[in-house]
């Protein structure tokens, strides 16, 4: 993962499948106003965005099948 965490603004908007899971931590902040997402990704720490990428990877995982869904925990 990088550091140009400008890459991952698309996931405030969609995710990249389409269809979200009922478990993707960012299903409730797309709910919110275009500007409300900017601002929470925007308040965020380095931490904080680092451990919301790393489980928007590790969703990427189990969805592509590569990664039993048991083996990680989403939430």
């Known amino acids: 993962m990088g550091d140009n965490y400008s890459d991952y603004y698309g996931l405030l908007f969609?995710?990249?499948f389409d269809t979200e899971?009922?478990?993707c931590?960012?299903?409730s902040l797309r709910l919110r106003t275009t500007k409300e997402r900017l601002?929470?990704?925007e308040a965020l720490t380095l931490n904080e965005r680092k451990a919301l990428i790393k489980k928007h990877h590790e969703c990427l995982l189990v969805r592509e099948k590569k990664v039993p869904f048991s083996r990680i925990a989403i939430m």
Request: charged fraction near 25%; hydrophobic fraction near 40%.
């Open 39 to 41: 601002l929470y990704f």
């Open 25 to 27: 931590t960012l299903k």
């Open 21 to 23: 899971l009922d478990v």
């Open 14 to 16: 969609k995710c990249p």
